[in-house]
């Protein structure tokens, strides 16, 4: 194969990747439990959930996780991040190990939520102001006051920094955000900058560590968690008649992206190509997509153009799906308006693992380069009652063998950022 | 980098008001003594910020459904986009217009959390929990979710705007702007053959007059206490940063499409460079900046305008950058801390100081502009504004 595409612009290789899921830390234990069926999903241990309409998510236990001292979210996704990218860095051999002098030879492109002061930092910032202003915010700035750890815990470019100075990134680390997308456009972000010749390779994260409180009941005000407390392992049920919303989850992928010409000539081993990017906004509504499917279409069309394919190329579709109702209904007018009579499989990991939000496009890119290395599509499971709206093959259940050349993975978000990605087989 | 990026449209918002005239005024007169900037200095004493000035939301934001989805930042943000849009006439062409924003994050319910702070700081921690739950669950409005979202910023250019090519947010303060136009200008200059864009929105907003920003910085240690200074005189008292109300955006723009559509270039986008020194040892922020500076073609009496906070280790990095770039090239011309006019703007800063710039050159006030970004804590970016 060439080292340029159709454009005349290098060819990204994967040359690494890391995962952290509910379903266990690493690819292997990850990949093993997604094949196998099993939900990530369960009841929420680590705070109180009186007063919560859901009180289920899917959750990873830190490694040596105390479970007395609560871990806000900058710090967990920051965690998360930096397992998922040393697995993908030890994978790649490509440096990453600042302290020994061996930095990583690219830019670090850090999808991650938004982060702020939470509710234990805040409490003890109130209960640290005694007397009658107890809990307003001047006596609050009053006790935070030279809190240098928690400025720094919190601010935007916070884990970005940290991240790159334990792995020896080249640059300023960009972090960013575009809500439910946000894993597929740090891997888009890497994949041009290695296509600009910025770059030779670059290392790409998706994490998210957001199962607490408030952000827990924000989402339920918006109508947007399911609520099917008592059966966890069954609450997430994409493309199903039955679906009802989304179960929250955490996690984090790190893919380190390489041109395939600098993979070749140090001998890495290539994982499989990032062909094509495709992103497309919707102007419609803050957290519904336009009825006519418009953006969704364009960002599929586009992913599979900018990968210089036809529709007929892709062998299998890596969902969005969320298992809201409106999100399935609208990836299924997209299928059919970009595929016709002959949509390939879909399937939605988020059936297993919950909805990780910022790690979400970021997990699934890697779990369809999985797909393509042992041609085999994973489930969609909990689909017991198949909805006559969505006539499409989910891969029902029980995952099926497959020969996998070109995956189509879609990212959704609310805001209506669009991103979808084409990933292939290793030349 | 094969196509010359031309800067076709400027939305600028300031405590000074909003537009080219006031901002082209306030640069010029900048030196000129007496001159104070806008303040609020009793609003959140001990600090003093630079307030939002009073905008006609309906002219850019016209639904009064999309304005109350939004709180002040957003709206600030979009209704800036919306005159960036306007200056470059650009409304035709939005549909395929990229957006990249810099974000932070949106207002929280300062009322609510007082009220949960002040009932549970008087619990027994073990009762926390539950009653936090409680209030949250009864407390939270829907819509103030969606206004918190540092993504729903471009949301609301999308929506409002109808800006729909692609919609990215970058978070990571000062420099989050800084790389946000780096990397729209790479985007455009690669050139279309190529799947790059043509034209594209980038820039950001930061609304000061919020107690839970003023927490965050707080908790640094850095922000300027009592009166107003200027950034210079506030370095004997060990510096400090004032919080500024501040929108920027630019319509970024191959100079081949802005040709073609008859469109005039303000400036043109000479290089952008950033990088994020650790600050630690060796690697010092000068030492960064010194590196971007490498190469960089600057001309006699170019106009330098910093992103200077106002902090002492920042700007010490800055005026030793400055002083070799005098040693070992030409002679600068007129020299503006702009947080003195308008405070520092977080993520708006970088983009408002490129507005300056544009307007300087344009107005031939300048051979050229040097824009400076030193962050609060991390990141540092140079730029080149060059007349068209």
Redesign the interface.
Known sequence: MDLTDH???PVVAVTGIGLVTPLGIGVAASWEGLLAGRSGIRRITR???????TTIAGQVDLPDEDPARAVCSPERVERMAALAAAEALAGAGLGGRAEQGMGFPGPLFLG?P????E?PQ??D???A?NGPA?????A??AA?????D???G????GV??RL??RFGTQ?????????CATGA?SIQ?GV?AI??G?ATAALCIGAEGSVQ??AL??????SALSARNEDPARASRPFEKTREGFVMSEGAAALVLESLESARARGATVLGLLLGCG?????????RSNPDGG?IIGAMRAAIA?AGLQPADIDYVNAHGTGTPENDKMETLGMRAVFGEACPPISSNKSMIGHTLSAAGAIEAVFSLLAIRDGVLPPTINHETPDPAIPLDVVPNVKRPARVRRVLSNSF?????NVCLVLGAAP | MTETIWITGLGLVSSLGEGPEVHRAALADGARAGSLPVLDEAGFAPFPIHPLPALDLDRQIPKKGDQRQMEPWQRLGTYAAGLAIDHAGARGLVADMHLIVAAGGGERDVALDEAVCAEIARLPAAEAGRVLNERLASGLRPTLFLAQLSNLLAGNISIVHGVTGSSRTFMGEESAAADAVRIAAARLAEGRAKGGARIALVGGAYAAARWDMLLLYAASGQLWRGAWAPVAARQPAGGGLVMGSVAAFLVLETESHARARGAAGIARLGPVRTAAARRRGADTAEASAARLAEGLALRPGHAVLTGATGIAAPLAAEAALLARLREAGPAPGLLRHTADLIGHGVEAAFPANLALGALAVQAGAAPQALVTGFGAWRGEALALVEPV
């Open positions: 454009l005349g612009r705070f109180p959930t009186e007063h919560l309409r991650m938004p982060v702020e002061v509710w805040r409490l910032l109130a209960r102001g107890a809990g307003t915010y001047p609050m700035v935070a006051t030279g809190r240098q928690l400025f720094e919190v601010l935007f470019g970005g920094e790159a100075d640059g300023a680390p960009i972090s960013l955000t575009t809500a456009s972000l041009e296509q600009r910025e409180p408030e009941i924000r989402f339920s005000l918006l992103e497309r906004a919707d102007s419609f509504h803050r957290t953006a900018d978000g609310f805001g209506g950022q």
